[in-house]
């Protein structure tokens, strides 16, 4: 079994902050991390990790499902609409 614990950055950058301060930034896309796949929202941000795409080596090969994470955006402005979805394609 894998033995880490997703956490934060051992650094501030400061990254987060600024993009809450400039006030239009609405959705971070952060890649995968091959057991986790999640969307959440924070103070009018949307954080997304993808779902992983496929078999992963060892320590990283205990997720149950591959596939892929759908982004939808449509619309422009204040109609702007943007939808994520994991898409399983194969589950363990």
Do not use: R
């Amino acid at each position: 079994m894998c033995a880490y614990l997703p956490g934060v950055s051992p650094v501030n950058s400061g990254f987060v902050e600024k993009c809450k301060e400039l006030g239009s930034t609405k959705y971070i896309f952060c890649g995968h991390d091959h057991e986790n796949a999640a969307s959440v929202t924070d103070d009018g941000i949307t954080y997304t990790y993808g779902l992983k795409t496929g078999p992963s080596p060892v320590p990283w090969n205990f997720a149950k499902q591959t596939g892929g994470t759908l982004i939808t955006v449509s619309g422009k402005g204040e109609s702007q609409k943007v939808t994520i979805e994991n898409i399983v394609i194969n589950e363990v």
